[in-house]
């Protein structure tokens, strides 16, 4: 890290968001205070796609982000406090820690820029930002709904087709929080758990169904089958996922692979090292995040397995785009240098 300041990450915990607002934070050189956000409702959700339209930013609509600054104030002497015996009301007492608590929004704090990731920050991030004199706000995915203009910044999926304008900045694939630190660590537990050889390594990578994808043990034999006849001599390794039908880790448990990782019986995760020992790497194409890492890192050649269904969804064209440049049935990696050099000309930094 940089000694730019700090930002404030809104999480609505969700590893896969939350993750790339910390790499956001570090591509920004900055370090970084999580905290919780949600709406109250639904409802409350709704409310804040029409509240952001008329001009209308409050943390009311929210829950987390008044708890966390009125936490910080409980720890600050509050003015109006009772004395000698004197005793405030609970009301006269909530009142004053909710005037110190805008108090804190309105100082100037050392974290003067505001992240998040996903439907359930955007409206927090922009609300934050106004609180707080000269913070400025970024969010990573495209906050379709919301006003643009009232982003600082917004990193943005290409997949996402987003607006052609001042403060957005196209990324062609998910963040990633990883660092080198992290798959040296990642490489050095794989190579507990496996002695054998790796400069032919080939890894692949199941993830599971969803509701732009399918997976079904006949159509994961014929892809297995295709693997093991293209990489003969090759030390072909695996991991399943949580998500991965339990007939399909049967069926992948049932081929004579180098290394297995099946999720059900084990979740140690070999991933790190696959990225980094591979020369080739096949991924689930519902795997975004999987496809992102490995199209980031190492030196692998990227397959997109492709269990997608039909039709023009943001998973087909995340997958296209990628394949378009390089990174999927390549081994062109993405780099993103100059998409955060203008995320920090556009955040002050």
Not at 16 to 22: A, D, I, V
Not at 190 to 202: I, M, P, S
Not at 205 to 219: A, D, F, L, Y
Request: hydrophobic share 40%.
């Amino acid at each position: 890290m940089t000694n730019n300041g700090k930002a404030i990450v809104l999480t609505d915990g969700k590893a896969g968001h939350e993750n790339q607002s910390k790499a956001f934070a570090r591509a920004l050189g900055l370090d970084f205070q999580l905290v919780p956000v949600k709406f109250k409702s639904p409802f409350h959700k709704m409310l804040s796609y029409l509240f952001d339209r008329i001009g209308i930013r409050t943390l009311g609509l929210l829950q987390g982000i008044e708890m966390f600054f009125n936490a910080e104030a409980r720890n600050r002497p509050l003015r109006g406090f009772a004395t000698r015996g004197e005793a405030n009301t609970p009301s006269e007492a909530s009142a004053e820690r909710r005037r110190e608590s805008e108090k804190s929004l309105t100082g100037q704090p050392s974290s003067q820029v505001i992240i998040g990731t996903g439907s359930g920050t955007f409206y927090a991030a922009k609300s934050l930002a106004r609180k707080i004199s000269g913070a400025k706000c970024g969010v990573v995915l495209y906050p379709r709904g919301y006003q643009l203009s009232s982003f600082d910044c917004i990193l943005a999926p290409t997949f996402d087709n987003p607006a052609k304008l001042p403060n957005v900045v196209e990324i062609p694939a998910n963040l990633v929080a990883n660092d080198a630190d992290f798959y040296e660590k990642g490489v050095a537990a794989f190579k507990e758990r496996y002695q054998g050889a790796t400069d032919n390594l080939v890894g692949v990578i199941v993830g599971g169904p969803n509701k732009c994808s399918s997976m079904t043990v006949e159509w994961m034999k014929s892809r297995l089958d295709e693997i093991f006849a293209a990489n003969k001599g090759a030390q072909l390794c695996v991991t399943t996922s949580r998500r991965t039908p339990a007939e399909v880790e049967a069926l992948v448990d049932s081929y004579p692979w180098n290394y297995k990782l099946i999720y059900s019986k084990d979740h140690f995760n070999p991933i790190p090292a696959f990225v980094q020992l591979a020369k080739r790497l096949y991924v689930t194409a519902e795997s975004t995040g999987m496809l992102s890492e490995a199209c980031t890192f190492g030196k692998a050649e990227v397959v997109a397995l492709d269990n997608l269904k039909p039709g023009p969804h943001k998973f087909r064209r995340f997958v296209e785009n990628l394949r378009q440049e390089g990174y999927v049935d390549g081994c062109r990696k993405v780099d993103l240098s100059a998409e955060f050099a203008r995320a920090r000309e556009l955040m002050g930094l």
